[in-house]
C-alpha cells in the first residue's frame, strides 16, 4: 500500500513500456520540403527573433536599427562561411548616425529660433 503522506512509503512502479515520449526532430533529406511548412517555421523565428531583438536594444539602449544590421550581419557571414565585420564598426555607425541626428536637431532649432526672431523683429517694427 502506498502513503502518499508517508515519505517512508515505497514509490509505486511505473510501466516503463507504456511512457510514450515526444518524437525527436529529424529531418529526413530525402523527403521533400513542404512550403507551407517552411513558411510557417519563418513566420515564428521571423516574430521571435524581431521580438527578441526589440527587447534587447531597448534593455542595453542601443539602436534597434543598429543591432539589426548586426545581427543580419553575422547571419549572413555565418551562412556564406566569410568573416563578419567587426563590432566596432557596427559601434561606430551608430555614433555617426546619432551625431549627425543631433547636429540635424540643432540646426532645426537653430532655424526655429531666427524664424521666431525675424517675426518678432516684425511684430515690433509695426
Known amino acids: 500500500m502506498n502513503d502518499r503522506g508517508n515519505l517512508n512509503s515505497p514509490e509505486p512502479e511505473r510501466d516503463k513500456e507504456n511512457v510514450s515520449l515526444p518524437p525527436r526532430y529529424k529531418f529526413d533529406p530525402d ?29 542595453y539602449d542601443v539602436p534597434l536599427d543598429v543591432l539589426e544590421g548586426l545581427v543580419c550581419d553575422r ?22 548616425k546619432r551625431t549627425q541626428e543631433d547636429q ?15 517675426s518678432l523683429r516684425t511684430l515690433l517694427d509695426l
Not at 521533400?32 to 534587447?56: F, K, Y
Not at 536637431?105 to 531666427?114: F, G, M, S, T
Open 31 to 59: 523527403a521533400p520540403v513542404d512550403a507551407l511548412c517552411l513558411e510557417q517555421a519563418w513566420n515564428i523565428v521571423r516574430v521571435s527573433t524581431e521580438s527578441t531583438i526589440e527587447q534587447c536594444a531597448a534593455q
Open 75 to 96: 547571419f549572413i557571414f555565418r551562412r556564406t562561411g566569410q568573416p563578419p565585420c567587426p563590432i566596432e564598426w557596427f559601434v561606430e555607425e551608430a555614433n555617426e
Open 104 to 118: 540635424e536637431r540643432v540646426q532645426k532649432i537653430l532655424d526655429a529660433v531666427n524664424s521666431l526672431r525675424s
